[in-house]
T-cell receptor, first 114, second 118 residues
Framework: KQEVTQIPAALSVPEGENLVLNCSFT??????LQWFRQDPGKGLTSLLL?????REQTSGRLNASLDKSSGRSTLYIAASQPGDSATYLC?????????????FGSGTRLSIRP | EAGVAQSPRYKIIEKRQSVAFWCNPI?????LYWYQQILGQGPKLLIQ????????DSQLPKDRFSAERLKGVDSTLKIQPAKLEDSAVYLC????????????????FGPGTRLTVT
């Protein structure tokens, strides 16, 4: 059974720092992995989608990496800003099947101090 | 392009009452998902539709929850009767492709409905 873990549950850093959020999964047979951002009281916004054949994806100040063999993904945020404060969730699609369920981690609540 | 619409945004009911949520996905999106997100946890998939057919409802508590997607467009999720543990945010999402390739496409989420059961 696939399990997705995000540690730490909460992180607070000063503005301007580069930071890394971690996501680990127990079954390396994934189809893809997706990072989301969730603001308080809002839905999820997709940040980056990494296919299983890819190693990383970049969008602006965000870079997500994927290492299937070790069951890990990281989300790197460069030059953090107060507007980056939100909860970041990773989710894995565990297989190539229309019945495969996306499995979410519990998220890391990020706070950027001005 | 309009996003995924959900209503209501907030709902407070007493236990044993019934409640319904509505979702309108992005136009043309074949796949629609309903998730339950309990405070402090990641979303859990309740049901997945492809067009108007159910792909996966293995985590839907069928004794009290039901969902339908008539005509393969908008969808409703119903809880009857509600329990205290149903307090959560109910998220609807859609993706543009159905079938086995649906997993390779991003999911677009609505703002959610926050349900409080007292």
């Amino acid at each position: 059974k696939q399990e997705v873990t995000q540690i730490p549950a909460a992180l607070s850093v000063p503005e301007g720092e580069n930071l890394v959020l971690n996501c680990s999964f127990t079954d390396s047979a994934i189809y893809n992995l997706q990072w989301f951002r969730q603001d308080p009281g809002k839905g999820l916004t997709s940040l980056l989608l990494i296919q299983s054949s890819q190693r990383e994806q970049t969008s602006g100040r965000l870079n997500a990496s994927l290492d299937k063999s070790s069951g890990r993904s990281t989300l790197y945020i460069a030059a953090s800003q107060p507007g980056d404060s939100a909860t970041y969730l990773c989710a894995v699609h565990p297989g190539y099947s229309s019945a495969s369920k996306i499995i979410f981690g519990s998220g890391t609540r990020l706070s950027i101090r001005p | 392009e309009a996003g995924v619409a959900q209503s209501p945004r907030y709902k407070i009911i007493e236990k044993r009452q019934s409640v319904a949520f509505w979702c309108n996905p992005i136009s043309g999106h074949a796949t629609l998902y309903w998730y339950q997100q309990i405070l402090g946890q990641g979303p859990k998939l309740l049901i997945q539709f492809q067009n108007n057919g159910v792909v996966d409802d293995s985590q839907l508590p069928k004794d009290r929850f039901s969902a339908e997607r008539l005509k393969g467009v908008d969808s409703t999720l119903k809880i009857q009767p509600a329990k205290l543990e149903d307090s959560a945010v109910y998220l609807c999402a859609s993706s543009p492709v159905g079938g086995p390739f649906s997993l390779s496409y991003e999911q677009y989420f609505g703002p959610g409905t926050r349900l409080t059961v007292t």
